[in-house]
T-cell receptor
């Protein structure tokens, strides 16, 4: 079973409209959760992370995400997108078990329409 | 700017050959990890090193090997290249030991490998 599922491979949205990118995870142990962004021809950049504490996490570039333990979700949101947000977004998880590795979802490509 | 640099940025190899990819991490980052990202996919964890010793490995065969050096540089070596090895290879570094301490992981821009 996939540890991290990003439900949408592509999301088109008009500029200045809100957006939500969905992420669900599966784990029997506690997790750390992350969202990374990958601009064309670049490496990954951390947007935000959830380690513990408040379930609403604010990141860079106006993004935020909410950890929902009961629904095992960590959806990424932005109230108003800009053309510069065009990129691939990856949700990732680190499980608090013996494995010390980060597991990525397959990514969601965000298309900003003018 | 993440402080992680990788070389070469692009290269083409023939099936059966061997390749070495290099990474230079931030000073003080004792953990380095390598990932394979095929087109249209998320990064897949290959392995991780802490202070020159491998301390984690993903589902990759032994022909994928690595080294970490005291000067915060590291290498990924792939022997007997196969067509499916064509991908973007990402190096990442972080302070501390391992990833479960929650420290931020910093990625390089990657090396594009094409196997023909």
């Amino acid at each position: 079973a996939q540890s991290v599922t990003q439900l949408d491979s592509q999301v088109p949205v008009f500029e200045e409209a809100p957006v939500e990118l969905r992420c669900n995870y599966s784990s029997s142990v506690s997790v750390y959760l992350f969202w990374y962004v990958q601009y064309p021809n670049q490496g990954l950049q951390l947007l935000l992370k959830y380690l513990s504490g408040s379930t609403l996490v604010k990141g860079i570039n106006g993004f935020e995400a909410e950890f929902n333990k009961s629904q095992t979700s960590f959806h990424l949101r932005k109230p108003s997108v800009h053309i510069s947000d065009t990129a691939e977004y990856f949700c990732a998880v680190i499980k608090m078990n013996r494995d010390d590795k980060i597991i990525f979802g397959k990514g969601t490509r965000l298309h900003i329409l003018p | 700017e993440t402080g992680v640099t990788q070389s070469p940025t692009h290269l083409i190899k023939t099936r059966g050959q061997q390749v070495t990819l290099r990474c230079s991490s931030q000073s003080g980052h004792n953990t380095v990890s390598w990932y394979q990202q095929a087109l249209g996919q998320g990064p897949q964890f290959i392995f991780q090193y802490y202070r020159e010793e491998e301390n984690g490995r993903g589902n990759f065969p032994p022909r994928f090997s690595g080294l970490q050096f005291p000067n915060y540089s590291s290498e990924l070596n792939v022997n007997a290249l196969e067509l499916d090895d064509s991908a973007l290879y990402l190096c990442a570094s972080s302070p501390g030991k391992g990833l479960r301490d929650g420290n931020t992981i910093y990625f390089g821009e990657g090396s594009w490998l094409t196997v023909v």
